[in-house]
């Protein structure tokens, strides 16, 4: 088969009656199926229902320290869930806060902190004419939410298989003391699965800002989502916090983490780490918010995780429903879509997202044909700052959610979707 760019126009119309003839197959079968979101699975959390019974008695409720985890206090959380989330954080337990479920949240309080208070002793930013945040793109799309609600002005930088464009963040941070900050996801990044290089995240700490106050909001979500077993062996992502200290800029980098893909997402636990000075200012503020954060709940995550190696016993467990997911997408993918020419996909090694790239100006109709077809998928345009992609070409795939039967129709379906667009396109 040839690649389509490379149909005569005959071939091409040929063509697109066979693709829509295929399409009217798939619509009648009256799918309803999802992979817009990165939702773990049933049998994912399935894994997790232990946690719910292991704080079960008066005398479970606890701490190691003898506080009583019913009642009020304890604002920057339990010691022993400092520990464990330190593990997520790549971070040491007496620079972490514990908090609710949701690091959203938490990123979301640090983002309002630095706006209405300034942050160590700086001025505001809403005191500032214009405040710029740089988002790596393709990325997520809650990160450049949150940012956009507070009115800032989004910047895409280019992301990489590194991590973002450093000459271009360097540039960008260097040259406007508006540019206050960026996005970061820097283990299997959402969607494109890259892991920050060394290089990456020593530039990252080290550069010049024009900015005093500018901080990487460093977003470890999927540190412990390894795919296969070998990346367990693999170096880590290098530590930020660290590689700050050693640059003279230890105040830069935020760091947050929580245990919603790793337990169950409306009952997981979430955490904040950053510099001793940032932490305190942090849980200063969180004290006017809260009294405590549900330390039942962190009890229960210790008692049922334990330790690091607990961790990674546990997450072994999602590896093993997750990567046959993973391994079918790239299969379909490759089967039915490698001929064709103009589409590219990511080969992630851990997370919950590929990342897909079809030919320029398709991503939206392609995504309409979906969902016409019973396949939901995260809108064209998403993993963009506004909404907008310039080369329409972007589209998470979320493979997680759906049982394997159900995510071969919907790969069958998006297959068949591409083609169509991309014949569509051809033909004017």
Not at 217 to 245: G, K, M, T
Not at 262 to 277: M, R, Y
Request: charged residues 25%; aromatic residues 8%.
């Amino acid at each position: 088969m040839k690649p389509f760019a490379a149909l005569d126009a005959a071939e091409l119309a040929a063509l697109k009656q066979r693709l829509d003839e295929d399409y009217a197959a798939i619509r009648a079968r009256g799918l309803k199926l999802n992979m817009a979101r990165g939702k773990p699975g049933a049998d994912q959390l399935d894994l997790s229902l232990p946690l719910l019974t292991s704080v079960a008695t008066r005398e479970d409720c606890f701490a190691e320290d003898g506080t009583d985890c019913r009642n009020y206090g304890v604002l920057s959380g339990l010691p022993e869930a400092k520990r464990l989330m330190a593990v997520l954080l790549d971070d040491e337990p007496e620079r972490v806060v514990v908090g609710g479920n949701s690091s959203l949240e938490l990123m979301h309080a640090a983002m309002a902190w630095c706006i209405d208070y300034g942050t160590l002793g700086s001025e505001p930013w809403f005191k500032q004419e214009n405040v710029k945040w740089l988002c790596p793109a393709p990325g997520y799309d809650r990160h450049f939410r949150i940012a956009e609600e507070f009115g800032m002005e989004l910047v895409p930088v280019r992301m990489t298989d590194a991590g973002p464009d450093m000459d271009e963040v360097e540039r960008l941070a260097a040259g406007d003391p508006a540019v206050k900050g960026i996005w970061c996801v820097p283990k299997y990044a959402n969607p494109t699965g890259a892991t920050y290089s060394d290089e990456t995240v020593r530039r990252l700490a080290s550069m010049p800002c024009a900015a005093e106050d500018f901080r990487i909001f460093w977003d470890n979500a999927y540190s412990v989502h390894h795919l296969y077993d070998e990346e367990e062996r693999q170096d880590r992502v290098l530590d930020i916090a660290r590689a700050c200290r050693e640059a003279g800029n230890p105040h830069r980098c935020f760091k947050f983490a929580s245990t919603s893909k790793v337990t169950l997402p409306g009952a997981g636990i979430a955490a904040f780490a950053a510099s001793p000075e940032n932490v305190a200012e942090f849980t200063r503020r969180l004290g006017v918010q809260t009294v405590g954060p549900d330390k039942l709940n962190q009890l229960r995550h210790v008692r049922f995780l334990k330790d690091a190696r607990g961790i990674a016993a546990h997450m072994a467990k999602h590896a093993a429903i997750l990567r046959p997911k993973f391994d079918l997408v790239q299969r379909k993918l490759a089967e039915g879509l490698s001929e064709v020419g103009g589409c590219a996909w990511s080969h992630p090694r851990g997370g919950y997202f590929v990342s897909f790239e079809a030919p320029e100006g398709c991503a939206k109709r392609i995504v309409k044909l979906a969902a016409q077809a019973g396949v939901v998928l995260t809108d064209a345009g998403a993993t963009w700052p506004y909404g907008n992609d310039p080369h329409d070409s972007n589209i998470r795939i979320a493979p997680t959610l759906p049982p394997l039967s159900e995510l071969d129709e919907a790969l069958d379906a998006f297959v068949c979707c591409v083609k169509l667009a991309y014949a569509e396109k051809l033909l004017g």
